[in-house]
Nanobody, 118 residues
Framework: QVQLGESGGGLVQPGGSLRLSCAATTNIFNIYVMGWYRQAPGKQRELVADISSRYSTNYIDSVKGRFTISRDNTKNTVTLQMNSLKPEDTAVYYC????????????WGQGTQVTVSS
């Protein structure tokens, strides 16, 4: 069982930056692939970025060069640094964890709102 708690969302102007953090309560953090998903109103939830236990990263094309995902296996945390934010980045962002091996089971945080608007 993994519990995830996000923080760091808010309102920012276009071109601004935000940093999202997620803390996981588990004794085996390093077996999980950690990711950030987002869901905008009327749209499906989509993967934004994920990072394996060995720090291999994956990003959707629309955030490449602007967002950076990182993890600290000693603190059980994963962060998403978001720069050059655009209005289309507005969504609820969810932290996700799933084990790297075995049947997939997703753990989700409660979500944090990111709004990019002038």
């Amino acid at each position: 069982q993994v519990q995830l708690g996000e923080s760091g969302g808010g309102l920012v102007q276009p071109g601004g930056s935000l940093r999202l953090s997620c803390a996981a309560t588990t004794n085996i953090f390093n077996i999980y692939v950690m990711g950030w998903y987002r869901q905008a109103p009327g749209k499906q939830r989509e993967l934004v970025a994920d990072i394996s236990s060995r720090y291999s990263t994956n990003y959707i094309d629309s955030v490449k060069g602007r967002f950076t995902i990182s993890r600290d296996n000693t603190k059980n945390t994963v962060t998403l640094q978001m720069n050059s934010l655009k209005p289309e980045d507005t969504a609820v962002y969810y932290c996700n964890a799933h084990a790297a091996i075995g049947p997939r089971y997703d753990y989700w945080g409660q979500g944090t709102q990111v709004t990019v608007s002038s």
